[in-house]
């Protein structure tokens, strides 16, 4: 059985996989903005998302 972390993390990977193959391919931005969305979207996101959910899982 797959956890809600698990979940969150992979979802979270996934789009920020596509994400910065998306912006890397079609604008012209500095990699390094495009690797900071993917550190965002990879990392920071689902980090947060996972503490959120649960704190409200033990109110």
Known sequence: MVSRENTVIAGCLAFAI???LTLDTYT???FSLV???LLLFGVVVPTATNEYLDRQSTD
């Open 28 to 30: 012209s931005l500095p």
């Open 35 to 37: 690797m900071g969305a």
């Open 18 to 20: 596509l994400l910065a």
